[in-house]
């Protein structure tokens, strides 16, 4: 076949031609994301239980789901949350569950439940999707919050049909309702209950059809239409009669409202009430194609919003993936080039040009696969593609310089081209396969770090084996084409005659020497070497070298996250908000003046109200405030100095409990500290809580420490009083009238447009406020009669916890928290806690158990499976050395490169101020499929000239300097594709630098220690008597 592709005038550029084709048509519909997909399957069960606090869930909710679902297969984690009037089960799934069974099984488990309260709505069970926020859409206007409303259903409505965004959800609003809120003194005058009065605004508001009528020429349909849609409508309802028969209507007991459920549920963009249109992505959409739409659809309203109305994008998250991609896309060419330039040095321009040639063949074959198995272009895949670029390159320059060696034996260059390729196949095919072997076994990473790391063999091990297929079948053709038109090239510029005569000089001179030099004192050098190596891993383990399991992201997004105690009002967690925002208007001013061309730091300022990520819990107590700041590539500020700045600021606020400072997180791993406590006695976990806060917090570079558990509000305990039973009343009265009061009841859902609204019966809140009434408070006995409630009930006072977690059965609470990698990582923190201070708490609290989770967790995860793979990776590898070499010894020197690498990984991160992190581990687990060519190069030479009865010592020599030029232009085109993206100054490269830092160091001093390290191997095998001949195998 490689004769056949090698002489025939146009297969070979038909298959290239097949390749770019298909390559180019798949960039137009592959799937562009900041990170693969790497969070695990989730099945959630919820149940809504009005009114009830949060130990009435647990015991009536969650431990009756838990039981049920608890002999079900393939459950990695079950957590079931329970908070004010509703629980929440959510059912980690391992990789052997089906969902689509697990959803049926999981349903038909909680359906069977037959002792829930029937109180209780419907429980749902859905699978969680956990979409991707791509970004959001700020409307604000001058008008009420029901017209604001009205208006973003519309816009979404706009944005789904016109623009085809298919995730959008309006965000700002609670459910929308009319509140019809009664006098509690006309209520008492009348002798009706609330739920009395709910009940007649139901029977009076009636839509239904009632038939139809057949007369001989035309029917018709009865229709019933008595809804009333408006609050007005709403108003001449009659709920009763006066002493004197007149007619009561609704007006004359109650004011009824348009308005939301709750206050504290809005939205200030940038000091104006707002709505926000938060635009997501599934698994299967691209997020910069949903930017565009959702840019075009902006622009097109703001040409048409009414007066007043403002539009604009906020919380774009998909910028941070523009700007990675634009990134790596033009570091990428650039080690295109580099590479190209490289080649150039060694070879003629068309010879390197038909070898460059054939990296956007073998890159665009690879996205066409890409595209067809599912993969998407992220941060990692191109991390892979732009490994391959130098990788690729060690085939072409092997093929090369074989095709070179025959020419100077005089062969024709159609003879040449056929043989020279022929020649290295079994070569070549093997460096493939060692380097499969490697990347193979990283296709199989555990964790959320894994599911994103995997992207890089999955994308290499693609375009390597299309780079095959492109060395032996299509750049024979374009070498011997190459070749016949070489007569009118030009003669090498001068510098480049120069550089090569050096090259021989130093290669024929100073190796020779320094490598004959090695063998004579080869024990000091390995010894030397080994040294090395052991400073090199005592600076991990001294600490010099920190270990981080993700590098940081910076983002365009900077947030406060606000808790103040439960029970605090709308009015004090506004003032806090206002203090904080009023800080970052002044910074904004202040840090404005560093930027270029006048640009603000600060584009927007959101304010929500009842949102905050870490409070796992709802209440006007909790806001967020974030900050849209410029672009990381236009901005000289970085975030975290001026998040930092802002904290120091704000200072010290009396009010919340918990003030954190922070940018969203983005990337697997989970939070940087995350421990959990389980305990049957929520007191003593909450004491262990706040124990093990008060360790975190004396750690310099951590910050933000909290945990999810905290009180509620106050609770008023009602019970019967003894001898109620004779006003004949019961707790299910009492209990009933009182939520109907206080809680509200729905007397009436309608459809008014695209919405649902309720209609909710209440008291008057500034009624219901006050205790002495609530003393007062009528209960309506069956016939008519009223007794206040402090007559027939007890009013106790109580607090209880606003939340309750259980984790695979067992009360739990999570103590998580931030920290800064510069100064301490938390594989350190989690270390020091388990060895200091554990123990004291196990002593302390008897019973306690810890997990210990997040990035930690998710890093040892990883590492782990990387480990076990990269285990067997190597024993592939040596299986395939072992095969071709036949030999259980020679595998062992050809593989002495891989540690040698180790040694350049540790002090390229040392000497650039990164941590180790799983990217770099990935970095060195890939240098093994790259390093061990080199090795395989020198050894055959080796061999070759110990069979031809050389001294092992003369044999060492003459291979180190006669595969120098391939072993040296082999690392230096693999370090050439990535050099840019290792002197990248930019931000959004330093999620991928450690990556870097570590192929080119270790190939760098592999390289180096290579020449000299396997020469000396040998020299002592040789000492031992362990080098031998190799027998033919057809003797």
């Given amino acids: 076949m490689i004769r056949f592709f090698s002489r025939h005038p146009t297969a070979a550029n038909l298959l290239m031609l097949m390749l770019l084709i298909l390559g180019i048509s798949s960039v137009m519909t592959i799937k562009r994301e900041t990170f693969p997909e790497f969070t695990p399957p989730y099945i959630m069960a919820a149940v809504v239980y009005p009114g009830a606090s949060p130990q009435e869930v647990e015991e009536s909710i969650c431990v009756r789901m838990e039981d049920a679902v608890d002999g079900l297969a393939n459950i990695e984690e079950t957590r079931c949350e329970a908070i004010e009037g509703s629980a929440r089960l959510t059912l980690k799934l391992n990789s052997k569950a089906d969902i689509g069974r697990m959803l049926v099984d999981?349903?038909?488990?909680?359906?069977?439940?037959?002792?829930?309260?029937?109180?209780?709505?419907?429980?749902?069970?859905?699978?969680?999707?956990?979409?991707e926020p791509v970004v959001d859409v700020a409307i604000s206007a001058d008008t009420t919050w029901p017209e604001l409303k009205a208006y973003a259903e519309k816009l979404k409505r706009i944005l789904k049909l016109d623009y085809d965004v298919s995730l959008v959800d309006v965000s700002g609003f609670s459910d929308h309702q009319f509140r019809v809120e009664l006098d509690l003194q006309a209520v008492r005058q009348l002798g009706i209950s609330v739920g009395d009065i709910a009940e007649q605004i139901k029977r009076q508001n009636v839509k239904l059809p009632s038939g139809n009528i057949e007369t001989t020429d035309k029917n018709f349909l009865i229709r019933f239409d008595?809804?009333?849609?408006?609050?007005?409508?709403?108003?001449?309802?009659?709920?009763?009669?006066?002493?004197?028969?007149?007619?009561?209507?609704?007006?004359?007991?109650?004011?009824?409202?348009?308005?939301?459920?709750?206050?504290?549920?809005?939205?200030?963009?940038?000091?104006?009430?707002?709505?926000?249109?938060?635009?997501?992505k599934n698994k299967e959409d691209d997020a910069l194609r949903i930017k565009q739409k959702v840019s075009e659809f902006v622009a097109d309203q703001k040409l048409i919003a009414p007066d007043g109305v403002t539009l604009e994008l906020t919380n774009d998250l998909s910028s941070v993936l523009w700007d990675r991609l634009t990134m790596m896309l033009k570091n990428g060419w650039q080690g295109i080039v580099l590479v190209f330039a490289t080649m150039w040095l060694f070879f003629s321009f068309r010879y390197s040009f038909w070898v460059a040639a054939g990296l956007p063949v073998a890159f665009l074959g690879g996205l066409f696969l890409m595209a067809n198995l599912g993969l998407s272009i992220n941060i990692m895949s191109l991390v892979g593609l732009l490994m391959a670029i130098g990788i690729m390159m060690d085939d072409a320059i092997v093929i090369a310089e074989s095709v070179a060696s025959h020419l100077d034996k005089g062969q024709s260059i159609d003879d040449a081209v056929i043989n020279g390729v022929k020649k290295v196949f079994p070569g070549v095919l093997s460096s493939f396969l060692t380097t499969i072997c490697i990347f193979g076994s990283l296709l199989f990473l555990d964790g959320e770090m894994g599911a994103v790391l995997k992207a890089v063999p999955q994308v290499l091990i693609l375009v390597l084996i299309l780079s095959l297929?492109?060395?032996?079948?299509?750049?024979?053709?374009?070498?011997?084409?190459?070749?016949?038109?070489?007569?009118?090239?030009?003669?090498?510029?001068?510098?480049?005659?120069?550089?090569?005569?050096?090259?021989?000089?130093?290669?024929?001179e100073q190796l020779v020497r320094a490598v004959t030099e090695v063998v004579e004192y080869r024990y000091a050098f390995l010894g030397s070497v080994a040294a090395l190596m052991l400073i090199s891993v005592a600076t991990i383990a001294g600490g010099l070298l920190k270990f981080q399991p993700f590098p940081d992201l910076d983002g365009d997004i900077a947030e406060v996250r606000i808790i103040l105690p439960p029970g605090a009002s709308l009015s004090q967690t506004e003032r806090v908000v206002e203090k904080i925002v009023a800080s970052a208007e002044k910074l904004n001013v202040e840090w404005s003046e560093k930027e270029e061309n006048g640009q603000t730091l600060v584009k927007h300022i959101t304010s929500q109200f009842n949102v905050n990520a870490d409070a796992n819990e709802s209440g006007p107590h909790i806001a967020t405030v974030r900050l849209d700041l410029l672009g990381a590539e236009t901005r000289n500020a970085l975030i975290d100095d001026f998040v930092a700045a802002w904290r120091e600021d704000v200072g010290e606020l009396a009010d919340p409990v918990s003030l954190v400072y922070k940018q969203p997180t983005m990337g697997p791993g989970g939070r940087a500290i995350d421990i959990r406590i389980k305990h049957d006695d929520l007191d003593e976990l909450k004491s262990a809580s706040i124990d093990i806060q008060q360790y975190l917090n004396q750690f310099d570079g951590v910050s933000g420490v909290l945990d999810d558990?905290?009180?509620?509000?106050?609770?008023?305990?009602?019970?019967?009083?003894?001898?109620?039973?004779?006003?004949?009343?019961?707790?299910?009265?009492?209990?009933?009238?009182?939520?109907?009061?206080?809680?509200?009841?729905?007397?009436?859902?309608?459809?008014?447009?695209?919405?649902?609204?309720?209609?909710?019966?209440?008291?008057?809140?500034?009624?219901?406020?006050?205790?002495?009434?609530?003393?007062?408070f009528p209960i309506i006995l069956s016939d008519g009669s009223q007794v206040p409630l402090a007559t027939v009930a007890t009013l106790d006072f109580q607090r209880n916890y606003v939340r309750i977690q259980r984790i695979d059965g067992l009360r739990t609470v999570s103590v998580f928290g931030d920290i800064d990698n510069h100064k301490i990582s938390s594989s350190a923190i989690v270390a020091q806690l388990r060895k200091e201070f554990a123990p004291e708490l196990l002593q302390k609290y008897p019973g306690l158990r810890f997990d210990f989770e997040g990035e930690a967790k998710d890093a040892a995860k990883t590492g782990a499976s990387m480990g076990k793979g990269f285990l067997l990776g190597l024993f592939g590898v040596f299986a395939i050395l072992s095969f071709q070499?036949?030999?259980?010894?020679?595998?062992?020197?050809?593989?002495?490169?891989?540690?040698?690498?180790?040694?350049?990984?540790?002090?390229?991160?040392?000497?650039?101020?990164?941590?180790?992190?799983?990217?770099?581990?990935?970095?060195?687990?890939?240098?093994?499929?790259?390093?061990?060519?080199?090795?395989?190069?020198?050894?055959?030479?080796?061999?070759?000239?110990?069979?031809?009865?050389?001294s092992v010592y003369d044999s060492v020599v003459k291979a180190s300097r006669e595969r120098f030029r391939a072993v040296f232009l082999t690392s230096m085109t693999t370090a050439a594709g990535l050099l840019p993206l290792l002197l990248e100054t930019s931000l959004q490269a330093q999620v991928i630098q450690p990556l870097v830092v570590s192929i080119v160091f270790g190939i760098f001093a592999s390289t180096l220690l290579v020449l000299f390290m396997i020469p000396a191997a040998y020299a002592v095998l040789a000492d031992f008597g362990l080098v031998h001949k190799h027998e033919s195998l057809d003797a």
């Fill in 226 to 280: 008595e809804r009333r849609i408006t609050p007005f409508e709403l108003e001449s309802i009659v709920v009763g009669s006066g002493p004197n028969g007149s007619q009561i209507r609704l007006r004359d007991i109650a004011t009824i409202s348009d308005r939301f459920e709750l206050d504290e549920q809005k939205v200030y963009f940038n000091g104006h009430p707002s709505a926000l249109l938060k635009i997501s």
């Fill in 106 to 131: 999981v349903q038909t488990q909680i359906n069977a439940i037959n002792d829930f309260p029937d109180e209780i709505e419907s429980p749902m069970v859905q699978e969680l999707d956990w979409n």
């Fill in 469 to 508: 297929v492109e060395a032996f079948l299509i750049l024979p053709n374009h070498l011997s084409h190459s070749l016949h038109n070489l007569k009118g090239e030009r003669e090498p510029v001068k510098f480049k005659k120069v550089l090569l005569e050096k090259f021989e000089r130093f290669r024929n």
């Fill in 709 to 776: 558990m905290r009180m509620g509000k106050e609770e008023i305990l009602v019970k019967l009083r003894s001898g109620a039973e004779t006003y004949g009343v019961n707790g299910q009265m009492i209990a009933g009238q009182l939520r109907a009061a206080f809680f509200g009841q729905t007397a009436d859902e309608i459809q008014v447009g695209v919405e649902n609204i309720s209609i909710e019966v209440r008291l008057d809140k500034t009624q219901a406020g006050d205790l002495q009434q609530l003393a007062n």
């Fill in 885 to 950: 070499f036949r030999s259980y010894l020679e595998p062992f020197v050809v593989m002495l490169a891989i540690p040698l690498a180790f040694i350049g990984v540790v002090w390229g991160h040392l000497l650039l101020g990164h941590s180790l992190s799983m990217p770099s581990m990935m970095g060195f687990v890939s240098l093994a499929g790259i390093v061990v060519n080199d090795s395989i190069l020198l050894v055959q030479y080796i061999r070759h000239h110990v069979d031809e009865g050389d």
